[in-house]
């Protein structure tokens, strides 16, 4: 079964620095990966998808994440965080069962808070 | 930019009433799906649905839980019975395709409180 973890339950950091928000995922065969952002009061937001080729992806507001094999992660990046950037960010995974997977297995999210 | 709407936002009901929460996907997508998300806890598959059927479902979709596609339009999940463990963020999404590189858009979210 594919899993994903995302170990820290909250990511502080002050605005303009960098910032990044951990993921590391399970699967048999090759992931297809998502990062969604979630603010109050608001359903889940896309950023971005790792689906294949460049390990460095770049999505919606300044984020990309980078996939590595290896380690099996994809972390989040920022360059420069902002204060409006304060939300709940989750990771998710779908992977080829064989028999038709549509789900995303989703990590617990990790809030990300910063300060002026 | 087109968007996920559900009604209502906020569902306040008493244990073993029946409740429908509605969803209108992206207007030219052809599959769709219900997740919940019990409060501090993941995000969960319910079911995905295409064609007027069901492609998939969770241990979680029990046959207290139905969905329909009613009209051109609109998206449903009924629960018959609600139970006090049904308290959750309901989430409705949709997407163009089937395929595991598709994205999948979500609505904003219908809280369900079962009293």
């Known amino acids: 079964a594919q899993s994903v973890a995302q170990p820290e339950d909250q990511v502080n950091v002050a605005e303009g620095n960098p910032l990044t928000v951990k993921c590391t995922y399970s699967?048999?065969?090759?992931?297809?990966l998502f990062w969604y952002v979630q603010y109050p009061n608001r359903g889940l937001q896309f950023l971005l998808k790792?689906?294949?080729?460049?390990?460095l992806v770049k999505g919606s507001y300044g984020f990309e994440a980078e996939f590595n094999k290896s380690q099996t992660s994809f972390h989040l990046k920022k360059p420069s965080a902002l204060v409006s950037d304060s939300a709940l960010y989750f990771c998710?995974?779908?992977?080829?069962?064989?028999?038709?997977?549509?789900?995303?297995?989703f990590g617990k999210g990790t809030k990300l808070s910063v300060r002026p | 930019e087109p968007e996920v709407t559900q009604t209502p936002s906020h569902q306040v009901t008493q244990m073993g009433q029946e409740v429908i929460l509605r969803c209108v996907p992206i207007s030219n997508h052809l599959y769709f799906y219900w997740y919940r998300q019990i409060l501090g806890q993941k995000v969960e598959f319910l079911v995905s649905?295409?064609?007027?059927?069901?492609?998939?479902k969770s241990e979680i979709f029990d046959d207290q839980f139905s969905v329909e596609r009613p009209d051109g339009s609109n998206f449903t999940l009924k629960i018959r019975s609600t139970k006090l463990e049904d308290s959750a963020m309901y989430f409705c999404?949709?997407?163009?395709?089937?395929?595991?590189?598709?994205?999948?858009?979500f609505g904003p979210g219908t809280r369900l409180t079962v009293l």
């Open positions: 998710a995974v779908r992977a080829y069962s064989g028999a038709g997977s549509y789900q995303l297995t």
């Open positions: 790792y689906i294949t080729g460049d390990n």
């Open positions: 649905f295409y064609n007027n059927e069901i492609s998939e």
């Open positions: 699967v048999s065969g090759n992931p297809y």
């Open positions: 999404a949709s997407s163009a395709g089937s395929d595991r590189t598709d994205t999948q858009y």
